[in-house]
């Protein structure tokens, strides 16, 4: 993931740092007027008229406002508002897709000829035609969950948010740097198909970040601390509801301190994960492991295959008894919470490890048949009008507890472990099995109480080894949904937003590794 | 269609004229990009995407604004101005602001080719027919993806300055697999000039890797002498020299006492690192940072950390000429080059390494990676290659990879681009043949 793709603008940007509101009614004056329902119209009666089985029109736009700073100082304001289409078509069983930013009846015309040209061209060559399974026609609009839409807001009122968490964060003496962040997202797509679907959605994103960082520059040594909670699919009131400021301060003392901590002994410990970082080993290991697509070797070239295979399913011990992962696209302000997919999918919530057997798979319409499934599952996503659609994770979260299990209570079945805290360094293999994750800050654990802060920790898995090592799950009170709006996958590479809520949860004997080789 | 340099130049002069700002840069760029993707031996996706924008950044005194549209037409340049003049008005003093660059001389660069941006879509569908044909006769699964894209981009500026540059690649990744999912192979390459791109060699480089990596067998982690082909290599070696991040303590070339490593050997001292907008292999833009022309400029020559990146901003700060460069990357020799196969009949006992996957900094203190190694490794020893090993995980510093005492042998360098870039980047970078390398616990993975 990379956090710079998303900040990548196309088609409007504005910098400044104090800015009235962004306001509907100046933009929708200056946006010329597109009747998305007579373009698609147009689209789809053509697409079929030259042979298409099959043809969608995405007519999309997003809209962001990005804020950067560092320590006092705002480096750049930016606002973009990226508007265009994307056609896909199957002809003769192949796939063919073709997008422009002029949003007018000639160019559908000519986008839609494009299509069918690259889908004629293919199908003269193709081994394995693409089936679809059938999804009801819809006509729909649907919101996010938001109070406040943050587009509607006045720049000022961010940009002191920001200077103020910079400001919280340079407290501790010898925090002696901070970069902060604050992005806003808006998309607002409209989808229509050869099956009769027309469907709008509306929806907003809150993606707060910091980094502090402290310098001993006379032994040349320096440490970090990042934010601890991530973005969601919440409006401005995020920024108001959580103690970003309390963090910051924080995030200052600890970076501070990391610079004297103790280091860690390698070895095996058992590890308690909070929910701040336990997001992202979900995510690398058990998200992007059920995806269908990769299973059938359709990512094979990039971003790989899966150790999990379709015969596996029902059968394969994924984790513990405990562990209990749903697919969920219906998730509260969760990152991948739709009401749609991009292929007109309702959202849904099913299961994909249930009581630690692995049961089911991440589809879209073109992948379900592949296994024998009559409907998708509702995994198609495009990060942009301008990018051809393909299977992308929803939100896959494991269920807390049923009992009321605090922190505290798994730190005491703890003799010799770790407590971690935040996402730090993170890698895992092409199939999915063995991954190493460090994390923001690390704490020992002693006889059941809470130690030391220590320094240079990270631990080194394999997926199913790991998550049958889980004895150990927080209640809902220590439920969290963390995640990150820029997950790539495909090639060419998209971004996807993307969240897995989960409780703290407890690990027996995981390698730890000492990631120090600086020689001082 | 490409928009071309008078066409650009219109553009920026319509932009630059309707700005009353003191200061004002301005850019315009459009590009057309296609691709197909291939897997389990058939087409899956493929598309086509053509895009335009122009910008404009101006200063009122110190205050700062600017404004982009993907729409090029004169009310939309108009209102694109306008809006950043308003956004500079109500904008706080930009403290990083250095005045916009006069008239500049470029020396050209050759980097577009016709036939590369204006690929015909029937001759890639037949090249990649091939491809998989080539796989089915060889009984394994291909995988893979081919894009082909043309950019046109220029900018100026309200002191007088203007560049045109035009640029096209086209790229070519084939994975390969067994059936039984035991073994793979992958190769990719890329060109500007789609002559030079060999699709055949490509595809079956990648089929012979997964062939030769058959039932492999396994060893224990551990410190490994590694020869590293030049796709590992650019996988892993990423170098980045920044002179702010280094000046403020908080870099692998920061050193004790608030200074920097300029000066100290950092490398092996035949190792140079360098950008050259001329390179005939490896063309950069005739243009550096905030326009400044692009020079060969050296970061590490001989093994010695020779400069740092700094930024108008920062060289003025500190009293230094800002960098032209680095538009390329390089990493090359000073000694003569080794061949794959020298480097394999030197090794007592060690590892040939495909390339890498899934690197990711874990001290930037110490440029310390871990990552996996991916479709091909093998054991060497005396002096052959033995039999194909399963996958590790690894912990190194790049410092420690390159640095004296570890480099034993080292290839020519060669066009390569970095397998997570997908092919979207590029840089010349040699095999190498180190003593030590920290491969830290298996991976099942294939």
Known sequence: ?520 | MLLSESEIKSICDQLLGHSKADDAEVFVSNDDYSHLRFAANAFTTSGRRENASAGITVWIGRKRGSASANDLDAASLREAVEQAEQLARISPEDKEYVPTLERQTYRPVSGYVEATANLALDDRARAIDSIIGDCEKQKVIGAGFHHASGSASGFATRHGNFHYGRSSLVSLSVSARTPDGGSSGYFLRNHFDIAKLDTARIAREAIDKALHSRNPRTIEPGIYPVILEAQAVDDLVRLGFDARSADEGRSAYSAPGGKTKIGEQIFDQRLNFYSDPWHPELPGSSAAQAGIPAQKIFFVRNGVLENLHYSRYWAREKEKEPTPGPVNSILESSAQPATLEEMIKATDRGLLVSRFWYIRNVDPRTELFTGLTRDGLWYVENGRIQYPVRNFRFNQSVLELLGPGNVEMIGASERVSGSESQGRSASLAPALKVKAFHLTSPSDAV
């Open chain 1, 1 to 520: 993931m990379n956090r710079r793709d998303f900040l990548k603008t196309t088609s409007l940007a504005c910098g400044a740092a104090s800015l009235s509101s962004w306001s509907w009614a100046d933009e929708a004056a200056k946006t010329p007027a597109v009747d998305k329902n007579q373009l698609a119209d147009l689209a789809i009666r053509q697409a079929k008229k030259l042979g298409a089985s099959y043809a969608d029109i995405r007519i999309n736009r997003y809209r962001h406002e990005s804020i950067f700073a560092r320590e006092q100082r705002v480096q750049n304001v930016s606002r973009s508002h990226d508007f265009g289409f994307g056609v896909r078509v199957l002809l003769k069983g192949a796939w063919g897709f073709a997008a422009s930013p002029v949003v007018t009846a000639d160019s559908v015309r000519r986008v839609v000829s494009q299509a069918i040209e690259i889908a004629r061209a293919n199908a003269a060559y193709q081994r394995k035609p693409i089936k679809l399974v059938s999804t009801p026609a819809v006509k729909a609009h649907w919101k996010s969950a938001f109070e406040k839409d943050p587009f509607d807001l006045s720049t000022d009122k961010k940009v002191e948010f920001l200077l103020a968490l910079n400001e919280a964060a340079m407290k501790a003496k010898g925090a002696g740097f901070v970069t902060s962040s604050l992005s806003f997202q808006n998309e607002q797509k409209f989808y229509a198909s050869t099956d009769g679907s027309r469907i709008e959605q509306y929806i907003i994103r809150t993606l707060p970040f910091f980094t502090v960082t402290a310098v001993n520059r006379s032994a040349g040594d320096f440490q970090t601390r990042s934010s601890l909670a991530g973005p969601k699919t919440i409006g401005y009131e995020y920024l108001e509801n959580y103690p970003w400021l309390k963090d910051a301060e924080k995030a200052g003392q600890e970076a501070v301190a990391k610079l004297k901590a103790k280091p860690v002994t390698p070895g095996n410990y058992d590890l308690i994960l909070h929910p701040s970082h336990l997001w992202l080993t979900i995510h690398e290991s058990v998200g992007h492991s059920t995806e269908l697509d990769r299973a059938l070797l359709w990512e094979a070239d990039y971003a790989g295959t899966s150790f999990l295979t379709p015969d596996k399913t029902g059968k394969l011990k994924f984790g513990s008894k405990l562990c209990n992962f749903y697919g969920d696209r219906t998730q509260p302000h969760a990152l991948a919470t739709v009401g749609y997919d991009d292929e007109g999918v309702p959202a849904q919530r099913w299961p994909l490890v249930k009581d630690g057997i692995f049961v089911d798979w991440q589809t879209t319409r073109d992948l379900a048949p592949l296994i024998g499934h009559k409907k998708s599952n509702g995994c198609l996503h495009a990060d942009s009008w301008g990018s051809v659609p393909f299977p992308r994770m929803p939100n896959v979260s494991l269920e807390p507890a049923r009992e009321n299990v605090s922190l505290e209570n798994l730190i005491a079945g703890v003799d010799n472990g770790i407590l971690i805290y935040g996402n730090g360094s993170w890698s895992i293999d092409q199939q999915r099995y063995n991954f190493q994750f460090g994390g923001q800050t690390f704490w020992e654990i002693k006889k059941g109480k809470l130690g030391e802060m220590l320094r240079d920790v990270a631990y080194q898995s394999r997926t199913t080894d790991f998550w049958n090592a889980c004895d150990g799950l927080g209640g809902q009170s220590t439920y969290e949904v963390n995640g990150a709006a820029n997950d790539g996958k495909g090639e060419p590479t998209q971004a996807n937003a993307v969240s897995h809520g989960c409780p703290a949860a407890r690990f027996r004997q995981i390698n730890v590794l000492n990631t120090n080789t600086k020689k001082t």
